[in-house]
């Protein structure tokens, strides 16, 4: 069964930083790109950033480019978002998805985790 664990979501002020996981299970995870999307209340999913595990290969919004760094650790088979600058429009669910490759992010997702609710207060 495919399983995406995400977690490290909570309450931060702005300027600060928080690093979400993503634990995946159930499939072959160099096989697949993993990553993040995230939703503010009244608005659409946005696809923030993705890595492909086989060959590193990555993808930023603009909204975080700069700020955001994705990561992975193919033996423990989990990916990383390190959030610092966070600012009060960064407030959201973060969800971690699979696909089969970064580019296009979020066309050929295929699989979610749960929603992890980052909060930035100003």
């Known amino acids: 069964e495919v399983q995406l664990q995400a977690s490290g979501g909570g309450e931060v002020q702005t300027g600060g930083s928080l690093t979400l996981s993503c634990a995946a299970s159930?499939?072959?995870?160099?096989?697949?790109?993993l990553g993040w999307f995230r939703q503010a209340p009244g608005e659409g999913r946005e696809g923030i950033s993705c890595?492909?595990?086989?060959?590193?290969?990555?993808y930023y919004a603009d909204s975080v480019k700069g700020r955001f760094t994705i990561s992975s650790d193919n033996v423990k088979g989990t990916v990383y978002l390190q959030m610092n600058s966070l600012k009060p429009e960064d407030t959201a669910v973060y969800y971690c998805?699979?696909?089969?490759?970064?580019?296009?992010w979020g066309a050929g997702v295929d699989a979610w985790g749960q929603g992890t609710q980052v909060t930035v207060s100003s």
């Open positions: 890595i492909s595990s086989g060959d590193g290969t990555t």
């Open positions: 998805a699979r696909d089969l490759a970064c580019q296009g």
């Open positions: 159930g499939f072959i995870f160099d096989d697949y790109a």
